[in-house]
């Protein structure tokens, strides 16, 4: 039968702080690997990029050690095994078989499990950074025997390279942060729409040509025709030939009100074809959203002719597709509203209620707004009346257009 050490010897305490100490070193191993393990390259890049200095320099200490994941594992759990093996040989010395077995059962559970892991879970990342020297020590001393065990694994279970989400996905994790209260609606439908758009092309947002508002290059903006062209709201409007439906330019309607005489409402006015115009986006209906909002971003207009996919649509200036029909049109605003997710509700528009209702935008604009239109005429109206700006007066007494044929 084997001896214990007697009591309160010096041995005694030797062999107490051993056994103490692999308790501990084996309740650090198994924190670490809940710890450790639980950290990916990308949360660690989060941190390094959105946290505090003493986050990001922890971070730097850790992620060298996660960079192979399974050579970690092995090494940290060959230690804990190690350690939790040994106690029980320590004990043996000390007390009876069955007070080794009470002692190591309730000292490894409590401070080799619960509590280690409990800490390394809501603390992973400082503890790591702390006990990274001691890692990095480990890992050397238990190369032999982890280095091919680790690769064995990585050759049969693949090396994982850090978790990498999904568009779809990462709108989830949008829904779930704004149901956690940590976003609003409308931070998380840009940010949807943001992942969104790049699937997203021109034919899903465009205005068909039917639903157009255009000119004829040949018509004339007399007072009926330009009145009608500043109740619609739109501030600009396609000059578009009756032959081959293609689009020779965007005329802005604030350039009308150098046109405008509402003293004689009999006069004729120019061509709409004659007035200056701006260059017409030509696209085609598959072009990418994101491709047509450089397109936007780099100032040559607010508005795109769509032509279908089949036809060789110009990148933007301004050249006519020959041949082709213009099947209708895109604008900023419709771009925005598929960014944004939301409809932009404007005086022009007109908006849906809870019976499925259209309200007329004249009504919307009573209730809301003033229109371009009063906006425009108010200013002619004004400048008219300054009769001591004699170029302006002659200038907007130009002539109109008569009505289109």
Not at 76 to 86: F, G, I
Not at 222 to 228: A, F, G, L
Not at 299 to 304: E, L, V
Request: with cysteine; proline share 5%; glycine share 6%.
């Amino acid at each position: 039968m084997r001896k214990m050490i007697e009591a309160g010897s010096s041995e005694f305490w030797i062999q107490v702080f051993v056994a103490a100490a692999l308790v501990l070193f084996g309740g650090l191993m198994s924190g670490l690997t809940l710890g450790l393990l639980s950290l990916e390259e990308i949360d660690l890049e989060l941190i390094k990029r959105a946290g505090d200095e003493a986050e990001q320099r922890m971070a730097g200490q850790v992620e060298p050690l996660i960079k192979n994941q399974h050579l970690l594992l092995v090494t940290l759990l060959l230690c804990n095994a190690a350690a939790m093996e040994a106690l029980p040989l320590i004990l043996d010395d000390l007390v009876s078989p069955i007070v080794a077995v009470i002692i190591s059962v309730t000292a490894v559970l409590a401070f080799g499990e619960i509590i280690p892991q409990a800490v390394c879970k809501s603390y992973g990342l400082a503890v790591g950074a702390a006990s990274a020297p001691l890692v990095r020590l480990l890992l050397v001393i238990c190369s032999p025997i982890a280095w091919p065990i680790g690769k064995v694994l990585d050759k049969l279970l693949g090396h994982d390279g850090g978790r990498i989400y999904r568009r779809p996905q990462l709108a989830a994790i949008l829904d779930i942060h704004k149901d956690m209260g940590q976003l609003t609606d409308s931070e998380t439908g840009v940010m949807q729409g943001a992942l969104e758009l790049v699937e997203k092309r021109v034919v899903d947002c465009l205005t068909p040509v039917a639903n157009v508002l255009w000119l004829r290059p040949d018509s004339k903006l007399d007072r009926p025709t330009v009145d009608k062209l500043l109740d619609s709201g739109h501030s600009r409007i396609p000059i578009v030939r009756d032959d081959d439906c293609s689009c020779m330019g965007v005329l802005l309607v604030k350039t009308l009100i150098r046109h405008v005489n509402y003293h004689d409402v009999t006069a004729p006015g120019p061509l709409a074809s004659s007035l200056p115009m701006s260059k017409a986006i030509s696209v085609t209906e598959d072009v990418h959203l994101y491709d047509l909002l450089d397109l936007f971003n780099a100032g040559q207009s607010h508005m795109a002719m769509v032509y279908p996919k089949d036809a060789q649509a110009s990148s933007g200036r301004g050249d006519q597709v020959c041949g082709t029909k213009i099947i209708g049109i895109v604008t900023l605003e419709n771009v925005i509203e598929e960014l944004i997710k939301h409809e932009i509700v404007d005086e022009t528009d007109c908006w849906v209620d809870a019976d499925k209702q259209c309200q007329p935008a004249t009504e919307w604009r009573q209730n809301h707004a003033f229109s371009i239109a009063q906006l425009v005429r108010s200013a002619t109206r004004a400048t008219m009346s300054r009769r001591q700006l004699p170029r302006v007066t002659s200038s907007l007494s130009k002539p109109l257009l008569a009505e289109s044929p």
